[in-house]
Protein backbone atom coordinates (compact mmCIF):
# COMPACT_ATOMS: atom_id res chain seq x y z
CA UNK A 1 0.00 0.00 0.00
CA UNK A 2 1.26 3.45 -0.94
CA UNK A 3 2.17 5.74 1.69
CA UNK A 4 -0.92 8.66 0.19
CA UNK A 5 -3.58 5.58 0.91
CA UNK A 6 -2.31 4.65 4.20
CA UNK A 7 -2.89 8.08 5.59
CA UNK A 8 -5.81 8.25 4.25
CA UNK A 9 -7.66 5.25 6.10
CA UNK A 10 -10.24 5.97 8.43
CA UNK A 11 -8.87 4.60 11.37
CA UNK A 12 -5.19 3.59 12.06
CA UNK A 13 -4.34 2.00 15.54
CA UNK A 14 -0.65 2.74 16.74
CA UNK A 15 -0.03 0.20 19.48
CA UNK A 16 3.25 -1.37 21.71
CA UNK A 17 4.01 -4.27 19.57
CA UNK A 18 5.87 -5.56 23.03
CA UNK A 19 3.03 -5.45 25.53
CA UNK A 20 0.95 -8.15 26.09
CA UNK A 21 -2.18 -5.42 26.86
CA UNK A 22 -1.81 -4.19 23.97
CA UNK A 23 -1.63 -6.95 21.65
CA UNK A 24 -4.62 -8.05 23.55
CA UNK A 25 -6.49 -4.69 22.96
CA UNK A 26 -6.11 -4.72 18.90
CA UNK A 27 -7.25 -8.46 19.04
CA UNK A 28 -10.28 -7.48 21.00
CA UNK A 29 -11.07 -5.17 18.01
CA UNK A 30 -10.07 -7.79 15.99
CA UNK A 31 -12.73 -9.89 16.88
CA UNK A 32 -15.53 -7.32 16.28
CA UNK A 33 -14.67 -7.70 12.53
CA UNK A 34 -14.34 -4.11 12.31
CA UNK A 35 -12.71 -3.28 8.51
CA UNK A 36 -12.55 0.04 8.97
CA UNK A 37 -9.26 -0.37 11.81
CA UNK A 38 -5.69 -0.79 10.57
CA UNK A 39 -2.97 -1.51 13.07
CA UNK A 40 0.67 -0.17 13.09
CA UNK A 41 2.97 -0.96 15.86
CA UNK A 42 5.03 1.79 17.28
CA UNK A 43 8.03 0.47 16.94
CA UNK A 44 7.79 0.43 12.88
CA UNK A 45 9.34 2.84 11.08
CA UNK A 46 5.83 3.63 9.57
CA UNK A 47 4.92 4.77 13.07
CA UNK A 48 7.69 7.44 12.93
CA UNK A 49 6.90 8.45 9.65
CA UNK A 50 3.49 9.03 10.23
CA UNK A 51 3.77 10.70 14.06
CA UNK A 52 6.39 13.01 11.99
CA UNK A 53 3.73 14.32 9.67
CA UNK A 54 2.16 15.49 12.54
CA UNK A 55 4.53 16.34 14.47
CA UNK A 56 4.14 14.01 17.18
CA UNK A 57 7.38 12.32 19.34
CA UNK A 58 6.02 8.76 19.63
CA UNK A 59 5.88 7.69 23.31
CA UNK A 60 5.82 3.86 23.85
CA UNK A 61 3.08 3.76 26.77
CA UNK A 62 0.92 5.88 24.75
CA UNK A 63 -2.10 4.33 22.71
CA UNK A 64 -3.16 6.68 19.02
CA UNK A 65 -5.63 6.57 16.92
CA UNK A 66 -5.42 8.30 13.35
CA UNK A 67 -9.29 9.23 12.72
CA UNK A 68 -10.25 10.93 9.61
CA UNK A 69 -6.78 12.71 9.87
CA UNK A 70 -6.91 14.21 13.41
CA UNK A 71 -4.11 12.17 15.98
CA UNK A 72 -5.79 11.57 19.39
CA UNK A 73 -4.43 9.91 22.06
CA UNK A 74 -3.99 7.98 25.92
CA UNK A 75 -7.50 8.06 27.03
CA UNK A 76 -9.30 9.42 24.34
CA UNK A 77 -8.03 7.36 21.72
CA UNK A 78 -9.74 4.37 23.35
CA UNK A 79 -12.66 6.29 24.09
CA UNK A 80 -12.62 7.15 19.99
CA UNK A 81 -12.50 3.64 19.26
CA UNK A 82 -14.77 2.00 22.05
CA UNK A 83 -17.21 4.64 20.27
CA UNK A 84 -17.27 2.71 16.85
CA UNK A 85 -17.55 -1.26 18.85
CA UNK A 86 -20.19 -3.11 18.78
CA UNK A 87 -21.97 -4.15 22.70
CA UNK A 88 -21.32 -2.18 25.42
CA UNK A 89 -18.17 -0.38 24.71
CA UNK A 90 -19.74 2.77 22.81
CA UNK A 91 -21.87 3.24 26.48
CA UNK A 92 -17.86 3.73 27.47
CA UNK A 93 -17.78 6.60 25.53
CA UNK A 94 -20.19 8.56 26.70
CA UNK A 95 -19.34 7.35 30.37
CA UNK A 96 -15.91 8.60 29.94
CA UNK A 97 -16.81 11.83 28.23
CA UNK A 98 -18.46 12.82 31.27
CA UNK A 99 -15.09 12.60 33.19
CA UNK A 100 -12.48 15.37 32.87
CA UNK A 101 -9.87 14.75 30.81
CA UNK A 102 -6.98 15.43 32.95
CA UNK A 103 -8.41 12.43 35.26
CA UNK A 104 -9.32 9.97 32.11
CA UNK A 105 -5.37 10.75 30.75
CA UNK A 106 -4.11 9.82 34.97
CA UNK A 107 -6.00 6.94 35.09
CA UNK A 108 -4.88 5.74 31.41
CA UNK A 109 -1.40 6.67 33.16
CA UNK A 110 -1.62 4.18 35.87
CA UNK A 111 -3.39 1.32 33.50
CA UNK A 112 0.14 2.04 31.20
CA UNK A 113 2.81 2.11 33.96
CA UNK A 114 1.24 -1.52 34.65
CA UNK A 115 0.80 -2.79 31.58
CA UNK A 116 3.46 -5.48 30.99
CA UNK A 117 2.48 -6.70 34.38
CA UNK A 118 -1.06 -6.56 33.79
CA UNK A 119 -0.96 -9.49 30.44
CA UNK A 120 3.01 -9.91 30.37
CA UNK A 121 3.20 -11.86 27.31
CA UNK A 122 0.55 -12.24 24.66
CA UNK A 123 1.46 -13.25 21.19
CA UNK A 124 -1.51 -13.78 18.72
CA UNK A 125 -0.34 -14.20 15.25
CA UNK A 126 -3.13 -12.70 13.18
CA UNK A 127 -4.87 -14.95 10.79
CA UNK A 128 -4.23 -14.42 6.92
CA UNK A 129 -7.56 -12.34 7.02
CA UNK A 130 -6.81 -10.38 9.51
CA UNK A 131 -3.39 -9.77 8.35
CA UNK A 132 -4.52 -7.35 5.36
CA UNK A 133 -5.25 -4.61 8.19
CA UNK A 134 -1.76 -4.70 10.01
CA UNK A 135 0.72 -1.89 8.06
CA UNK A 136 4.54 -2.47 8.17
CA UNK A 137 5.28 -0.93 6.05
CA UNK A 138 4.68 1.69 2.71
CA UNK A 139 5.95 1.14 -1.14
CA UNK A 140 6.77 4.75 -1.38
CA UNK A 141 7.34 6.52 2.31
CA UNK A 142 8.71 9.98 2.83
CA UNK A 143 12.38 9.90 2.94
CA UNK A 144 14.26 11.84 5.84
Not at 41 to 66: C, G, P, R, W
Not at 75 to 104: D, H, M
Request: aromatic residues 14%; proline residues 3%; glycine residues 4%.
Amino acid sequence: MKFKDIIKLKYIVFYDGDCGFCSSSVQLILKQKKTDFYFIALQSDLAKKIMDIHDEVIEMNTLYLLKDGSLYQKSEAALQISKKLKGLYPILYFIGKIVPLFLRDWIYDQIAKRRYKIISKFCVLPSEQEKQFFLYTADDSPKK
